[in-house]
């Protein structure tokens, strides 16, 4: 039930391309959902994040897309860049409960110029 | 805002030695603070719930006695590795609530090389 499960585990996309990220959960007591971008070496930084009280979020060129009575969201990134290769985490938590950050396994993008 | 400042970012110590990582926030004050361990090509997994002034929740599986996390003031905590040995070596992350709405911010990371 604490489980996301994400997929693919890697993906490989052109320059310019649209990259597709999507994790599902079980537990729905989760309020809080994040998408993470980590380079090599360094922590996560958060990219985008959506509470389920709406369908989609956009910022720039990242849009979460939220489905709650199917229990998934996704990341899309368009027009990829080359420095948006880097891996990504989807993650959930309850706001106000154990408020601990629940993560998916990770997606390593690699964006070819 | 919301910036989590962690050091080392990078240590090697001999085995059975203890290392000490900091984790500070810079502009707010971190009620509750999280630390991660991560393996090579991995995510991320819990090892503690820090809350300032009390004692950490571990998870299940982390040896308190090895991963001593102290959480003495509302900008930090600590998390000191015990008799260190090869097998903990690994990329150590610290996290911080920092708001109810916005969530979490994280450290830059500590690379912990047990030789």
């Known amino acids: 039930q604490q489980q996301v499960k994400q997929s693919p585990q890697s993906l490989i996309v052109q320059k310019g391309g649209i990259s597709i990220i999507n994790c599902a959960y079980e537990n729905t007591a989760f309020d809080y959902f994040p998408w993470y971008q980590q380079f090599p070496g360094k922590g996560p930084a958060l990219l985008i994040a959506i509470r389920p009280d709406v369908s989609e979020k956009k910022e720039g060129r990242f849009t979460i897309s939220f489905n709650k009575s199917a229990k998934q969201f996704s990341l899309h990134i368009m027009d990829s860049q080359p420095g948006d290769s880097a891996t990504y985490f989807c993650?959930?938590?309850?706001?106000?409960?154990?408020?601990?950050?629940?993560f998916g396994k990770g997606t390593k993008l690699t964006v070819n110029p | 805002g919301a910036v989590v400042s962690q050091h080392p970012s990078r240590v090697i110590c001999k085995s059975g030695t203890s290392v000490k990582i900091e984790c500070r926030s810079l502009d707010f004050q971190a009620t509750t603070m999280f630390w991660y361990r991560q393996f090579p090509k991995k995510s991320l997994m819990l090892m503690a719930t820090s809350n300032e002034g009390s004692k950490a929740t571990y998870e299940q599986g982390v040896e308190k006695d090895k991963f001593l996390i102290n959480h003495a003031s509302l900008t930090l905590s600590t998390l000191t590795v015990t008799s260190a040995h090869p097998e903990d070596s690994s990329f150590y992350i610290c996290?911080?609530?920092?708001?109810?709405?916005?969530?979490?911010?994280f450290g830059s990371g500590t690379r912990l090389t047990v030789v």
């Open positions: 993650a959930a938590s309850i706001q106000g409960g154990s408020e601990k950050l629940v």
């Open positions: 996290s911080a609530l920092w708001d109810s709405f916005y969530g979490y911010t």
